[in-house]
């Protein structure tokens, strides 16, 4: 069964350390997204990126985030200077088609950011 | 973005039926229903979705209110590795935005 893979699957990084956080989509996926969730909370949209720009974006995703697909295969959360609050388990998820039409998402194992 | 309501917990019995509501009285029209879980350390996971029929599939059966404003989740027969959060999510397929939005969600305990 295809999957969306995510690496690392644990990141410790000091503050104002800047991360980058991978996934490899399913190959024949057309939107990317990413999520978080902080322990304990809800699952949180951050953004969501087709046709190599970003379509959608949350409040949380702000100037200290970019997301990049580098290449065919990658697509990828940068956060620029890491603060206390970044850490979490972060999803990366794929969809052939648009998540809210007639189709599944599947989403990666995740990352978790640790940030000390 | 229509709301959804959901019990925030449930306990069920090992190989029996769950049925896990979800209402949505302010459902559009064009609002399809989702439901994803999130098993324990995982991501979320895909369940199942449908418009206005029930649906079925290998995981469960989303059966559909005929006014939409409720719908429900069976799980024919519960096994351990069900205990998960189900999350019940609405999204119009007018929007130009794709992404889905997730509650809080109903968390299923499974007992031996």
């Known amino acids: 069964e295809p999957e969306v893979t995510q690496t690392p699957s644990h990141q410790v990084t000091q503050m104002g350390q800047e991360v980058i956080l991978r996934c490899v989509p399913i190959?024949?996926?057309?939107?990317f997204y990413w999520y978080r969730q902080i322990l304990g909370q809800k699952v949180e949209f951050l953004v969501s990126f087709y046709n190599n720009e970003i379509s959608e974006k949350s409040e949380i995703f702000d100037d200290q985030f970019s997301v990049e697909r580098p290449d065919g295969s990658n697509f990828t959360l940068k956060i620029r200077s890491t603060k206390l609050e970044d850490s979490a388990m972060y999803f990366c998820?794929?969809?052939?088609?648009?998540?809210?039409?007639?189709?599944?998402?599947?989403f990666g194992q995740g990352t978790r950011l640790t940030v000390v | 973005d229509a709301k959804t309501t959901q019990p925030n917990s449930m306990e069920s019995n090992e190989e029996e039926p769950v049925h896990l509501p979800c209402n949505h009285s302010?459902?559009?029209?064009?609002?399809?229903i989702h439901w994803y879980r999130q098993l324990p350390s995982q991501g979320p996971e895909y369940v199942i979705h449908?418009?206005?029929s029930n649906v079925n599939n290998r995981m469960a059966s989303l059966a559909i209110a005929e006014d939409r404003k409720s719908s429900t989740l069976i799980l024919h027969r519960a096994t351990l590795r069900d205990a998960a959060v189900y999350y019940c999510?609405?999204?119009?397929?007018?929007?130009?935005?794709?992404?889905?939005?997730f509650g809080k969600g109903t968390k299923l305990s499974v007992k031996p």
């Open positions: 302010t459902i559009s029209g064009t609002d399809y």
């Open positions: 190959s024949n996926h057309l939107y």
């Open positions: 999510i609405l999204r119009d397929v007018r929007g130009s935005q794709g992404n889905l939005i």
């Open positions: 449908g418009l206005t």
């Open positions: 998820a794929s969809s052939a088609d648009r998540m809210i039409m007639n189709t599944e998402a599947f």
